[in-house]
C-alpha cells in the first residue's frame, strides 16, 4: 500500500543510500569477477520509496552504484537518507551535499533510530519503521519544504504492520548490478543477545509478511531480465516464529516448481535451527543453499555470558553437520574481545574453524552498539571509550593490543589459502551433494549464462593463472570437477580471491578489525573522500 495521507503538491524526494565501507561480509574485493557493483539493494528505503504518495516523483540512488550528481540534487525538493553505524560517514557527507544545494535532508532507518544523537544537524530524523512517523514527514513536506529552523524528530509510535508493506521498488535499480538480491518475510528476534540491538528496534515477537507479499515480491524481482540468482532472506531470524516459516515454506518450493527453480535462497538463523528438521526438509526443496549462523565463540561458558546460550541447545559441531546434511552451507560470525576470554581463546578458535569446516566466518571485534544490553552494562562499568585510534568503542578487560593480535593471527589462520581452500573441499564432500537436483532450466537463462561465461574467464585468469594460491585453486577446482560440481567452482573461486585478498589487506592495516565500527583507517577515509568526487562523474 501506498501513504494514504492526502496531498495538495507535488514534490520531488531524491531518496540516497550511502556506499560501504569495504568488509569481509560484503565481498566487494571480488565484483570484478562478476561485474557487479554492490552487495544487495537497500531494502529499507525500497520500501519507503515505495510508500511515498502517488503524486510525488521519487528518484533512487545506490551509491554503492554511482553518487548522486550535482543534478540530482538541483532537482530535489527533499532528500531522504538511510543507513547503518558503519556508514555514519557516509551519510554525513551525503547530508553535507544535499545542504550545498539548499535541500531539505531527512534522515531514517537503523543507526538513526539507535542513535538519533549522531545526527543532530539532518533537519528531520525519522525513529523508527514505516508508520504515523512516516506520515506525519509526508504531511509537513507537503505544507512546505524549507529546511526547519531547528531539528524535528519524528518517532513511530503505531508501526504499519508489515503485512500492509508496500512492493519495494525493484524497478528503481539494475538488479543485475548486485550480487544477491534482498528480500524480508519477517522483522523482530525472541532473543536478547547482550550484543544485539534488534529486539530494542524492531521488538521480540516477530512480525510478519503474508505468503501472497512474498511471492508477489519474488514475481517483481525475477521480472527483470537481469538479475541475482541468489535472494538472501534479510530477516532478523528466519526461524524468529518457526510455525509462520514451517506454513510458509511450502508456497515457497510451489513457486520455484512453477517457475522451474529460477533462484537460490540464503537466510540468517540461530544454530537451533538444526533442531527444526522438517523446516531443515522444506528449505531444501525450497533451494535453500546457505544458512548464516551467529556462532559468535565455540566457548560454551563464553556463550551463557553474552545471553546465547540457545546455540547451546544442541551440541555445535552436531548442528553443523545436521545443517550440511540438508545441504546447507554454514557461514558464521564470529566475535573476538569478549569479557571471558584468555590466551587460549585464540587457539581454541583456530581450533574450531578447521574442525567445523565453515568456509566463511564473519571474524569482527566486540563493539557495543547503542540500544543493546551490553551498552548498558559498559556504560554503567565505564567501559566504553571513544579513541579512533583504536579497533574497537570497548575497553576490553584483556589488553587492547593483545585483542587486536589475537584477531589478526585468527584471520590469517582462517584465509590462508590452503586452510579455507581444504574447508572448501570438505563442503564438496559433505555438503554440496546433499542438495536437491533442481531443474536446469529455470536457470538457463542468458542473463545467468552470460554472467557464467564472464565469471567463469575472470576466475581463470585473475585465480588459476595470475594469483599465488592458483595451485590450491585448480587442485580444488579439480576436486569438484570430478563431483560433477561445476557450480562450486565457480562459488569458490569468487568467495576465496574475496578472503584471501580482504585477510591480507586487513593484515596490512587497511580495514578495521569490526564491521560495526564507524571509523575508518586514514587510507580508507581518504578514499572514500576520493570516490565521492570522481564518482560524480560516472554512471552505474
Known amino acids: 500500500m501506498r501513504c494514504t495521507v492526502p496531498v495538495t503538491r507535488e514534490r520531488r524526494i531524491l531518496c540516497v543510500f550511502p556506499a560501504y565501507t569495504p568488509s569481509f561480509g560484503t565481498f566487494s574485493g571480488a565484483y570484478s569477477l562478476m561485474n557487479v557493483q554492490a552487495f544487495m539493494p537497500p531494502q529499507g528505503l525500497l520500501v519507503i520509496a515505495a510508500y511515498l504518495p502517488e503524486r510525488w516523483s521519487m528518484r533512487f540512488i545506490d551509491e554503492n552504484l ?14 531522504f537518507v538511510s543507513g547503518m553505524h558503519v556508514q555514519e560517514p557516509q551519510i554525513r557527507d551525503i547530508h553535507e551535499r544535499a545542504k550545498r544545494h539548499g535541500k531539505v535532508t531527512a534522515l531514517g532507518g537503523s543507526s538513526a533510530s539507535a542513535a538519533p544523537e549522531k545526527y ?36 513511530t509510535k503505531d508501526r504499519t504492520p508489515l503485512s500492509d508493506f508496500p512492493l519495494p521498488s525493484y524497478s528503481a535499480l539494475p538488479l543485475k548490478k548486485y550480487l544477491l538480491g534482498s528480500l524480508q518475510f519477517s522483522s523482530g528476534c525472541p532473543y536478547r543477545c547482550e550484543f544485539c540491538d534488534i529486539p530494542a528496534l524492531y521488538g521480540r515477537q516477530p512480525r510478519l509478511k503474508s505468503v501472497e507479499q512474498l511471492l508477489a515480491e519474488l514475481d517483481a524481482f525475477i521480472a527483470q531480465p537481469s538479475h541475482p540468482a541468489v535472494i538472501y532472506f534479510v530477516d532478523d531470524n528466519f526461524i524468529g516464529n518457526r510455525k509462520a516459516t514451517k506454513d510458509m515454506l511450502p508456497h515457497l518450493v510451489a513457486w520455484q516448481k512453477k517457475h522451474a527453480y529460477p533462484l537460490q535462497f540464503a537466510c540468517e538463523a540461530t544454530l537451533n535451527i538444526a533442531k527444526q528438521t522438517d523446516i531443515l526438509e522444506l528449505m531444501r526443496e525450497a533451494g535453500f543453499f546457505t544458512v548464516f549462523v551467529g556462532i559468535e565463540t565455540p ?10 546460550d540457545h546455540n547451546n541447545a544442541v551440541p555445535m ?45 564473519t571474524i569482527n571485534l566486540l563493539q557495543a552498539l547503542p540500544k543493546t544490553p551490553l551498552w548498558d552494562r559498559l556504560t554503567k562499568e565505564n567501559r566504553l571509550v571513544n579513541d579512533p ?62 554472467r557464467a561465461f564472464i565469471m567463469g574467464k575472470n576466475i581463470i585468469w585473475q585465480i588459476g593463472v595470475k594469483s599465488d594460491y592458483r595451485g590450491e585453486f585448480w587442485r ?24 584471501i585478498r580482504f585477510t591480507r589487506e586487513a593484515l596490512r592495516g587497511e ?29 552505474a
Not at 585464540?346 to 569446516?357: I, Y
Not at 570430478?482 to 578472503?499: P, R, S, T, W, Y
Open 511 to 539: 580495514h578495521n578489525a569490526s564491521f560495526y565500527a564507524a571509523k575508518a583507517s586514514a587510507k580508507e577515509a581518504a578514499n572514500a573522500s576520493s570516490v565521492s568526487v570522481n564518482d560524480l562523474q560516472r554512471s
Open 299 to 308: 566457548e560454551l561458558d563464553a556463550l551463557k555470558s553474552i545471553a546465547k
Open 120 to 155: 543532530a544537524f539532518f533537519d528531520y530524523l525519522h525513529i523508527g519503521e514505516l508508520g504515523d512517523a512516516t506520515d506525519r514527514l509526508v504531511e509537513i513536506l507537503d505544507a512546505d519544504v524549507t529546511p526547519p529552523a531547528s531539528q524535528i524528530i519524528l518517532e
Open 66 to 79: 554511482r553518487a548522486a550528481t550535482d543534478e540530482d540534487f538541483a532537482w530535489a525538493d527533499a532528500v
Open 476 to 499: 580444488s577446482a579439480w576436486h569438484a570437477a570430478k563431483k560433477g560440481q561445476i557450480e562450486a567452482i565457480f562459488n569458490m573461486g569468487f568467495v576465496c580471491h574475496h578472503l
Open 317 to 361: 559441531m552436531g548442528a553443523i553437520k545436521t545443517l550440511n546434511d540438508y545441504g546447507l552451507e554454514v557461514t558464521s560470525g564470529i566475535i573476538l574481545g569478549l569479557d571471558t576470554e584468555t590466551d587460549a581463546s585464540e587457539n581454541l578458535l583456530k581450533e574450531f574453524v578447521d574442525r567445523s569446516a565453515v568456509p566463511v566466518l
Open 389 to 450: 585510534s583504536l579497533e574497537s568503542n570497548v575497553r576490553f578487560l584483556r589488553p587492547h593490543d593483545e585483542v587486536v593480535a589475537s584477531w589478526r593471527r585468527a584471520i590469517a589462520h582462517a584465509y590462508a589459502p590452503e586452510n579455507i581452500f581444504a574447508r572448501f573441499r570438505y563442503q564438496m564432500d559433505h555438503t554440496y551433494g546433499n542438495r536437491m537436483k533442481t531443474p536446469a532450466r529455470g536457470k538457463l537463462t542468458r542473463s545467468n549464462l552470460r
